[in-house]
């Protein structure tokens, strides 16, 4: 008697694999062999991660090369607070969520564990819109019977 193939949904892995592998294994990953492979990635390492770690903030649609270089501040500021350990090289990971968690926890901000608006703010790693100069003033029309002199009107 041949057996049947069992559907993909009703393989079980082994024991040994525990619940964050079969997680992983369900969203994409290949099993060949016992050698369990990534599902292939485009984006940089940690570049998939930077849209849930800036969700909701100017940052979120930003290039990567901004969202990596306002990271790498916030984690050289975290470290100086002496919350994050690692080199500051603007990757989330576990460490940064770790550094922000306790950030935002001493800070008394909500328990995140991203760069949200409240943190940002705090850390003032929020863009600023500069102006260069003040608007200039308009001009009031000259009183009657005051002279202008070459369109210029005297006071």
């Known amino acids: 008697e041949e057996s049947q193939p069992q559907p993909q949904s009703d393989r079980r892995p082994p024991a040994n694999v525990v619940e964050s592998d079969q997680m992983f294994l369900e969203k994409g990953g290949r099993r060949e062999a016992g050698v369990v492979s ?3 990635r485009l ?3 940690g570049g998939d ?3 849930d ?3 909701k903030t100017p940052y979120e649609d930003a290039p990567p090369e901004v969202q990596r270089t306002t990271l790498r501040r916030a984690q050289s500021k975290l470290g100086r607070g002496g919350y994050y350990r690692g080199e500051p090289d603007g990757v989330p990971g576990p460490g940064t969520s770790r550094a922000l968690s306790d950030f935002q926890i001493d800070k008394g901000l909500e328990n995140t564990g991203r760069l949200d ?3 940002l703010s705090e850390m003032d790693l929020l863009p600023v819109v500069r102006r260069l100069s003040k608007p200039a003033e308009a001009p009031a029309f000259p009183a009657p019977g005051r002279p202008v002199y070459r369109g210029i009107w005297v006071r």
């Open 43 to 45: 984006a940089p390492p």
């Open 117 to 119: 608006m409240r943190t």
């Open 38 to 40: 990534p599902p292939v």
């Open 49 to 51: 991660r930077y849209a």
């Open 53 to 55: 770690l800036f969700a």
